[in-house]
């Protein structure tokens, strides 16, 4: 299991309640502000940014690609404190390659790392099809099921207009706080 820290995008929140069941407003997945403490004022953010930072390790997915990512919880709840003296509405997330069983709340694709999901891109922001896969994000901007978001994936390949996703990944995601 890896960790990030994020917010949402102000059109990520404002376009949420319209994409999921029963007007959730809260999308919980890889999309958004990854990190927020990035580049931000003051010695405390920097401080906790730069600490997070260099305690990342290299994960490797079960598809042999690879990202840094943060594996340690300890760590991430501490960014995740000064975050939110700045931010807050930052959360942070669990991640796993699909193992999270029960405690996932859902499924979303996208940069494994964070920072780009198909569900943000596709569904809740853009929405180009948007009839594709709204009765299938559950009420927080997540596919329910794995085979939900292979439906949509399936939905999706006929449509040229649409984003190449090879390097992205499907994830389970558990909010953790």
């Not at 042999?64 to 594996?71: D, L």
């Not at 404190?81 to 931010?87: D, F, S, T």
Request: glycine residues 12%; charged residues 25%; negative net charge.
């Amino acid at each position: 299991m890896w960790y990030i820290v994020k917010r949402n995008w102000p059109a990520t929140a404002a376009g949420a309640g319209r994409a999921m069941q029963g007007g959730g407003a809260r999308y919980c997945g890889l999309g958004g502000d990854v990190w927020p403490l990035d580049g931000a004022a003051g010695d405390r953010a920097r401080g906790a940014h730069d600490r997070l930072m260099s305690r990342r390790a290299y994960l490797e997915l079960g598809d042999g690609s690879g990202f840094m990512a943060c594996t340690d919880l300890a760590s991430a709840r501490e960014y995740l404190a000064v975050a939110r003296e700045i931010l807050p509405d930052c959360m942070l997330v669990g991640l796993d390659e699909g193992r999270l069983g029960e405690a996932a709340l859902g499924f979303d694709l996208g940069a494994p790392a964070g920072g780009y999901s198909v569900i943000e891109s596709e569904i809740i922001i853009a929405a180009p099809h948007p009839e594709r896969a709204r009765p299938q994000l559950n009420e927080l901007g997540l596919f329910a099921t794995l085979s939900a978001l292979e439906s949509y994936l399936a939905a999706r390949s006929d449509d040229p207009s649409l984003e190449e996703i090879d390097s992205c990944a499907a994830v389970a995601v558990r909010l953790v706080e």
